[in-house]
C-alpha cells in the first residue's frame, strides 16, 4: 500500500503489505524459517551490503516482522522501525546505542517499573546513569541537567500508575536547543492516542505487549525512528564512525548516517544490536501484534469510554480516597490532556482504596470479573497494587519520589460491558466493609 495519505484506521489494517509479494495471502503469513535462500553469489554480496533488502537470517529480520515494521512506522509517521523481542529489549537497545561510550540521560521518576530500575541501577555498569527531574514538566529542570555528556531525554507518554501527562513540546524544544534526541515510551497510549513525533519526539518505543497487540497473548518490542535528527560528531560519534558491517559493495566502510542517512538510529540497531545481542521478535509474535493492531482503534474507543464510567463511578465511592486519570474531577492534567490526547488520556488509571489491609484483601479475592494479575493493555480488566508488586523492587525513596502511596491501586480496563465490571467492584465493595 503506497499512497501515504490515507488515515489511521486504513493504513492499521493495510500499510506494509501487499498480498502479490506474498503468494496472494490476504492475511500476513508467518515466516516460521531460520533462514533464507540466498539464490546466487551476487545476490548475496548486495544483501550482505544492504544494496538488496530481503529475507537473510531471522536473528537480523523475517518478512513478517518487517510487515510490522513497516506498519508502525507509517502508524507513527517516521523514517523505520524495529521489532525487538519485549518492550524492555527496545528500551534497553535504545538507551545503549544512545549512550554508547557511556553518558546521561535525563528523565522524570514514575516510569515503568522495569524501567526505571535498570536506569537506575543496571545501565550504570555500562557507564550511563540517569538524573531525574523532580518536576516532569518543568522544561528549565531539565535543561539544568543537561550537560555535554548527555544522550537524550526520556519520558512517557503517559505515565503508569499515577497517569500524568508531561508537556511535550516545552520538553522537546529544550532539548533541541542542545542537540538532545526526546525518546518517548508510547506503550499506554498506542499510536491510535497519541503521537510523539507530531510534538517533538524524535524516538519512539513500544512495549507493543500491551495496547498494540491487546490481548495479553505475546511479549513484543518496537522503536520507531522519526528521521531527521541531526546528531552531532561530539555528541553522537557512534553515528559518525565507520564500520565494515555497514560496507558498500565495493566493501567500503560506511557511518550509519551513510549506510541509512534517512533511519541511523534503526539501522544501528539491526546491524550491530540484534546481530550481537539478538534479542528478536519472532515471526509468530509478530503476527499476533499484526492481528492486534488491526482492531486498536475500536478497542481503544471501547477501553476510554469503559474508562471514563469506571472513573466517575469510583470518585463518588466513599470507600475510595482518590482518583487519578485526567477524567478525575480534580486532576491537574486535564488541559494538557486535552491538548495532546484528544481522543483520550488511555484505559489506565489508579485510585487509592480507603480501607484496611484486610478489608483490601478481601476485596481483591471477592472480585469475579477483574482479575489480578500485573499487565496492561488487556481485553480483561486488570487489578493490580503497584506498590506491592510491579513497582515493589523500587526503593522507599524513589517509590516516594515516583509518588507510589502503599494504598494505590491499578486498573487496566480491557473489553467487558462497563456496568458488569462496576457491579463487580460494587458487590467486592460490600463483601471488604461489611
Ligand atoms: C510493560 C511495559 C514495558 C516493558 O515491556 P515488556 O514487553 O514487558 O518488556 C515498558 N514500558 C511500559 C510503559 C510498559 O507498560
Redesign the pocket.
Given at each position: 500500500m503506497a499512497n501515504q495519505d490515507y488515515h489511521f484506521d486504513t493504513k492499521r489494517i493495510h500499510a506494509g503489505y501487499s498480498s502479490e509479494d506474498h503468494f496472494n495471502a490476504v492475511n500476513t503469513p508467518i515466516y516460521q524459517t531460520a533462514a533464507f535462500d540466498l539464490a546466487d553469489i551476487d545476490r548475496a554480496r548486495r544483501l550482505w551490503t544492504g544494496a538488496e533488502s530481503a529475507g537473510l537470517y531471522t536473528r537480523v529480520g523475517n518478512p513478517t516482522v518487517t510487515v510490522l515494521e513497516q506498519r508502525i512506522t507509517e502508524l507513527d509517521g517516521g523514517s523505520a522501525a524495529i521489532g525487538l523481542a519485549?518492550?524492555?529489549?527496545a528500551?534497553s537497545y535504545t538507551v545503549l546505542l544512545l549512550g554508547e561510550g557511556g553518558g546521561n540521560i535525563v528523565s522524570a521518576s514514575s516510569l515503568?517499573g522495569?524501567?526505571q530500575e535498570s536506569l537506575t541501577h543496571f545501565f550504570p555498569k555500562f557507564g550511563i546513569t540517569t538524573r531525574f527531574v523532580k518536576n516532569r514538566n518543568d522544561a528549565t529542570e531539565y535543561e539544568s541537567l543537561i550537560d555535554e555528556n548527555t544522550k537524550a531525554i526520556y519520558i512517557?507518554s503517559i505515565s503508569?500508575p499515577n497517569i500524568e501527562v508531561y508537556d511535550f513540546e516545552a520538553i522537546a524544544e529544550v532539548a533541541h536547543k542542545h542537540g538532545i534526541p526526546v525518546v518517548v515510551?508510547n506503550?499506554?497510549a498506542t499510536p491510535y492516542l497519541f503521537r510523539p513525533f507530531e510534538h517533538g519526539a524524535d524516538l519512539i518505543v513500544y512495549?507493543a505487549?500491551?495496547g498494540i497487540a491487546g490481548h495479553g497473548n505475546t511479549?513484543?518490542?518496537l522503536v520507531v525512528e522519526k528521521g531527521g535528527f541531526e546528531y552531532s560528531k561530539e555528541r553522537f560519534p557512534q553515528f559518525h564512525t565507520k564500520s565494515y558491517k555497514m560496507r558498500d559493495l565495493q566493501g567500503n566502510p560506511r557511518t550509519p548516517l551513510e549506510f541509512a542517512p534517512d533511519s541511523p538510529f534503526v539501522a544501528s540497531l539491526r546491524i550491530f544490536y540484534l546481530e550481537f545481542i539478538g534479542a528478536t521478535l519472532g515471526a509468530f509474535d509478530a503476527f499476533l501484534v499484526l492481528q492486534g493492531l488491526s482492531t486498536l482503534s475500536e478497542r481503544l474507543e471501547k477501553q476510554v469510554a469503559t474508562t471514563k464510567k469506571l472513573v466517575e463511578y469510583l470518585e463518588n465511592k466513599k470507600e475510595v480516597e482518590w482518583v487519578r486519570h485526567p477524567f478525575a474531577k480534580d486532576s491537574a492534567y486535564k488541559e494538557l490532556a486535552d491538548k495532546y490526547f484528544p481522543n483520550g488520556a488511555g484505559a489506565v488509571f489508579s485510585f487509592g482504596f480507603g480501607g484496611t489491609r484486610d478489608q483490601f484483601k478481601k476485596f481483591i479475592t471477592s472480585l469475579e470479573v477483574l482479575s489480578y494479575h500485573v499487565n496492561?493493555g488487556d481485553v480483561r480488566t486488570l487489578i493490580a497494587n503497584p506498590p506491592e508488586t510491579t513497582h515493589t523492587e523500587l526503593e522507599p525513596h524513589i517509590q516516594e519520589l515516583a509518588d507510589i502511596p502503599s494504598n494505590l491501586v491499578r486498573i487496566s480496563v480491557g473489553l467487558e460491558n462497563a456496568d458488569d465490571l462496576i457491579a463487580d467492584f460494587e458487590q467486592a465493595f460490600e463483601k471488604a466493609f461489611s
Open positions: 519485549s518492550g524492555m529489549a528500551i515503568y522495569a524501567a512517557e503508569n515510551d506503550t499506554i512495549s505487549t500491551k511479549i513484543a518490542g496492561i
